[in-house]
Each structure stands twice: as C-alpha cells, then as structure tokens.
T-cell receptor
C-alpha cells in the first residue's frame, strides 16, 4: 500500500521556467511533509518542509503548497536552473520520525 | 559541523552471508533512522533509534536489525543475505526531540550488492 505517491516518474522543463512536482498521500494522519533532492551517488538533500497547519511555505526559489482536503502537495521551483536536475522525493510523517517516501520524480532542466 | 558518515560506502557479499553497516550522526543529534532504496521503490523505512532505543519500525523481516550506542552512533545488520537485499542503505540523523517532527539529514549511503 503506497501511502505517498509521486505519479510522474519524470519531468522536463526549460531553464528559467517553473517546475511543478506533485505528491499525493492517502493517510489523513500525516501532519508533516518534507521534500528532498537527490543526485546520483549522493544521499538525499533536504529542501523544504511544511506542517499540516500551513498551506504554503516558501524558501528562496522553492515553495511547497499543501492541500489537505485533496491530500496533495506540490513543490514549485522558480526559476528552474540546470543544477536543479535531480530526483525529487516527497515524504510524510504522522507525528513521528518514521517518514514514508514517494518513489521520486526525475526532473531535467534543459538549458 | 560534520555531516552524517556512513561506512562502508560500497560492499559486495554473497547470498547467505551477513553484513553490518555503520552510521555516525551529526554531532548532537540523538535520532538515527535507516532507509533502504531500491530502483523504483523510493526509500523504504527500516527503523529509527533514539537514545539507544528502537522508537519506530518499518515492515521488514527480522533479518534486518539495528542498534544504537550511547554516543548515538548506529549500526544495522542484515543476516542471511538474499539477492533482493541489494540496495542503497541510507542513514539519516535528526535532533529527535520528543513531540517535534523535524527534517532528516542523510548520509551518502552504503551500497550493498549481493551476488
């Protein structure tokens, strides 16, 4: 049972445009969400988080939106840069340090 | 501040053997979690330790075990290795404070190949 789903395995975006990565979840108990970026042969790098008491969190070029009624969150990267090309994972937790990760979306930013 | 250190980075074992992986968390972090990453499966939660106690556990068989020492360093062990255990094993540390769910800081992983 995949509680956290990233339905798009890959995404290509032109440099300078917006990248939107999506994540859906099924467990209504999830109350904390994280986004990670992963390059090959490296561990995941934390990008941004959001608590269920918020619907938006912004950090520089990265913004995460949370729609609790739809059980959906999205990561917006504006503007996209070639260095953003990586695999992006969303993760969710229900008040513990046990995080459930999605299967990832490979983002390719075209120069 | 030094990051999360995992050793060894790469290892090759044969079926039936056992393996021990080590993780040193960020200084001051008391929570250590372990994840398995395989192609197409994302990161699967194995277990989390806090102050030498297993606090959370994933859905892996008993062949997968772990422990945490008083200095917060952690080890995980896989016994009777199977081909399907070939994966990248990631360790993550966090402050682990009770009642607060914070971000995880990952090491670079230990890539295990089972032949």
């Amino acid at each position: 049972d995949q509680q956290v789903k990233q339905n798009s395995p890959s995404l290509s975006v032109q440099e300078g445009r917006i990248s939107i990565l999506n994540c859906d979840y099924t467990n209504s108990m999830f109350d904390y969400f994280l986004w990670y970026k992963k390059y090959p042969a490296e561990g995941p790098t934390f990008l941004i988080s959001i608590s269920s008491i918020k619907d938006k969190n912004e950090d520089g070029r990265f913004t995460v939106f949370l729609n609790k009624s739809a059980k959906h969150l999205s990561l917006h990267i504006v503007p996209s840069q070639p260095g953003d090309s990586a695999v992006y994972f969303c993760a969710a937790s229900a008040g513990t340090y046990k995080y459930i990760f999605g299967t990832g979306t490979r983002l390719k930013v075209l120069a | 501040k030094a990051g999360v250190t995992q050793t060894p980075r790469y290892l090759i074992k044969t079926r039936g053997q056992q393996v021990t992986l080590s993780c040193s968390p960020i200084s001051g972090h008391r929570s250590v979690s372990w994840y398995q990453q395989t192609p197409g499966q994302g990161l699967q939660f194995l277990f989390e330790y806090f102050s030498e106690t297993q606090r959370n556990k994933g859905n892996f068989p008993g062949r997968f075990s772990g422990r945490q020492f008083s200095n917060s360093r952690s080890e995980m062990n896989v016994s009777t290795l199977e081909l399907g255990d070939s994966a990248l094993y990631l360790c993550a540390s966090s402050s682990g404070g009770g009642g607060y769910t914070g971000e995880l800081f990952f090491g670079e992983g230990s890539r295990l190949t089972v032949l």
